[in-house]
């Protein structure tokens, strides 16, 4: 039995911050000496029911409500936990406005305020569809980073847009990089001649890092979303992408990057009459992997194909009995499936695993909790670095490595991210592997090194 006096539980109606933001604030309530556990979120009916399951007294709230439910082990220190709770919210809390005007309360009219080109969305998901169109029909591209949208409506927004002259990337767009500023979860990339397109997020983010580890840079990286190239939706942002691309004088060479995409929708997209050379990486059985396509990119630019940076460490078996994948990203988690021929493979940024919680490349709970639950064999797993992911993913992982290491696991992690990012890529995948991991920058280098330590 907890005791109540040792709880805090609040909801204050009406209190807005970002999934992000009360993460980092909920990561440093526990942090503090003496609390066992605190929840800072929205309240979602998921996080209401995360507060009933540990045992607080939760009173009834809306999802535009804050809801606060902290426990420590004795009321001076809940005092200290509440005083650095009120710290934390002040110092994250948006800024007011320099102007005496109301901020504008439409995409419309945001876009009349600011001249905007683009807008970027990123608001549950059965809200997004409203605020895309609204700025499709105010004459902007927009990304929509966010997921849970149906198909039907995807289709309706990328019609509307190609008859507006815009582009739509996403839903469900984790990364662009558009005139050299990064958009979602964006790595620090330096520019140059390469443009992508990629129906996936992390997809494009392994090949342009491998790029960039090898000196080449891009013009733009334009996700499409990653259902574009289903045979539903047929590829339409793609082929705007593409030949956006193909008249952009700063790009050299284009790379079309997805998780398996239908074939018909495919061969579609590769027989479009461009001027631009294409390289396809697009994941299927006897296709490429990510690293082959970035090593085909670096040799049609006439550029040497570096040693992919890597970090050995002793395995605890020379053949384990099960192959454990546990993602954060899922074209990485698509490629080391296909490349290791077997194993279990869980995408914890499937939609299923997003709804009502942060993504996994933000917040790393579940893939811990998963981690934690694995006895034996080898866990393949990926940490992708860069802007908008864990700014210190490696303080999370490297103790429950150290502890999986520890029962006898072979954990084998795929650090996908930059020399620039401000994570600092040397630096976590130094600690990773301090801690027992192999550590690799090519994700399928990862997975068939964790293919050899399960006999395969």
Same mark, same amino acid.
């Given at each position: 039995?907890?005791?109540?006096?040792?709880?805090?539980?609040?909801?204050?109606?009406?209190?807005?911050?970002?999934?992000?933001?009360?993460?980092?604030?909920?990561?440093?309530?526990?942090?503090?000496?003496?609390?066992?556990?605190?929840?800072?979120?929205?309240?979602?009916?998921?996080?209401?029911?995360?507060?009933?399951?540990?045992?607080?007294?939760?009173?009834?709230?809306?999802?535009?409500?804050?809801?606060?439910?902290?426990?420590?082990?004795?009321?001076?220190?809940?005092?200290?936990?509440?005083?650095?709770?009120?710290?934390?919210?002040?110092?994250?809390?948006?800024?007011?406005?320099?102007?005496?005007?109301?901020?504008?309360?439409?995409?419309?009219?945001?876009?009349?305020?600011?001249?905007?080109?683009?807008?970027?969305?990123?608001?549950?998901?059965?809200?997004?569809?409203?605020?895309?169109?609204?700025?499709?029909?105010?004459?902007?591209?927009?990304?929509?980073?966010?997921?849970?949208?149906?198909?039907?409506?995807?289709?309706?927004?990328?019609?509307?847009?190609?008859?507006?002259?815009?582009?739509?990337?996403?839903?469900?767009?984790?990364?662009?990089?558009?005139?050299?500023?990064?958009?979602?979860?964006?790595?620090?990339?330096? +520019?140059? +001649?390469?443009?992508?397109?990629?129906?996936?997020?992390?997809?494009?983010?392994?090949?342009?890092?491998?790029?960039?580890?090898?000196?080449?840079?891009?013009?733009?990286?334009?996700?499409?979303?990653?259902?574009?190239?289903?045979?539903?939706?047929?590829?339409?942002?793609?082929?705007?992408?593409?030949?956006?691309?193909?008249?952009?004088?700063?790009?050299?060479?284009?790379?079309?990057?997805?998780?398996?995409?239908?074939?018909?929708?495919?061969?579609?997209?590769?027989?479009?009459?461009?001027?631009?050379?294409?390289?396809?990486?697009?994941?299927?059985?006897?296709?490429?992997?990510?690293?082959?396509?970035?090593?085909?990119?670096?040799?049609?630019?006439?550029?040497?194909?570096?040693?992919?940076?890597?970090?050995?460490?002793?395995?605890?078996?020379?053949?384990?009995?099960?192959?454990?994948?546990?993602?954060?990203?899922?074209?990485?988690?698509?490629?080391?499936?296909?490349?290791?021929?077997?194993?279990?493979?869980?995408?914890?940024?499937?939609?299923?695993?997003?709804?009502?919680?942060?993504?996994?490349?933000?917040?790393?709970?579940?893939?811990?909790?998963?981690?934690?639950?694995?006895?034996?064999?080898?866990?393949?797993?990926?940490?992708?670095?860069?802007?908008?992911?864990?700014?210190?993913?490696?303080?999370?992982?490297?103790?429950?490595?150290?502890?999986?290491?520890?029962?006898?696991?072979?954990?084998?992690?795929?650090?996908?991210?930059?020399?620039?990012?401000?994570?600092?890529?040397?630096?976590?995948?130094?600690?990773?592997?301090?801690?027992?991991?192999?550590?690799?920058?090519?994700?399928?280098?990862?997975?068939?090194?964790?293919?050899?330590?399960?006999?395969?």
């Amino acid at each position: 039995m907890t005791d109540p006096v040792n709880d805090l539980v609040e909801v204050r109606p009406g209190v807005y911050r970002d999934s992000v933001t009360l993460m980092r604030v909920s990561r440093a309530l526990t942090e503090r000496p003496g609390v066992t556990v605190a929840v800072v979120a929205m309240a979602t009916e998921l996080n209401l029911g995360l507060a009933r399951d540990l045992g607080f007294a939760v009173p009834p709230a809306t999802p535009g409500d804050l809801l606060v439910a902290v426990r420590a082990a004795s009321p001076a220190e809940l005092e200290d936990a509440a005083a650095e709770l009120e710290r934390q919210l002040a110092a994250r809390a948006p800024a007011s406005g320099t102007r005496g005007e109301a901020p504008p309360r439409t995409t419309r009219s945001a876009a009349r305020a600011f001249e905007a080109s683009l807008a970027l969305v990123s608001v549950p998901g059965e809200h997004a569809f409203a605020e895309a169109l609204d700025a499709v029909e105010a004459g902007l591209s927009v990304m929509i980073f966010s997921d849970n949208m149906t198909v039907e409506q995807e289709i309706l927004l990328k019609d509307r847009a190609r008859a507006e002259g815009v582009l739509v990337m996403g839903p469900d767009c984790g990364t662009a990089v558009v005139g050299g500023a990064g958009l979602g979860f964006a790595n620090v990339l330096r +520019p140059g +001649p390469v443009g992508v397109v990629a129906a996936s997020g992390t997809g494009a983010q392994q090949v342009t890092s491998l790029l960039d580890l090898a000196g080449v840079g891009v013009s733009h990286v334009l996700g499409v979303g990653g259902r574009d190239l289903s045979a539903e939706v047929g590829g339409r942002s793609a082929v705007q992408a593409l030949r956006a691309l193909d008249e952009d004088p700063a790009t050299e060479l284009i790379v079309l990057v997805s998780k398996p995409p239908a074939p018909e929708v495919a061969r579609a997209v590769r027989d479009l009459d461009l001027a631009t050379p294409v390289v396809a990486a697009l994941l299927g059985p006897g296709q490429d992997d990510l690293t082959t396509a970035a090593e085909k990119v670096l040799r049609a630019l006439g550029r040497d194909v570096p040693e992919w940076p890597s970090w050995p460490a002793p395995a605890n078996r020379p053949e384990a009995a099960a192959l454990r994948g546990l993602y954060a990203g899922g074209t990485l988690c698509a490629e080391a499936a296909l490349v290791a021929g077997a194993g279990e493979f869980t995408d914890f940024g499937d939609d299923s695993y997003t709804r009502g919680r942060a993504h996994p490349m933000i917040d790393p709970a579940l893939r811990l909790e998963a981690l934690r639950g694995v006895a034996s064999g080898v866990v393949l797993m990926d940490v992708v670095l860069g802007h908008g992911a864990d700014p210190d993913p490696s303080s999370w992982l490297a103790p429950a490595i150290r502890d999986a290491v520890a029962r006898g696991v072979d954990v084998v992690v795929a650090v996908v991210g930059t020399d620039g990012d401000p994570q600092g890529l040397r630096a976590q995948a130094a600690r990773l592997n301090e801690a027992g991991a192999a550590v690799f920058t090519s994700n399928a280098a990862a997975a068939r090194h964790a293919r050899l330590l399960v006999g395969g």
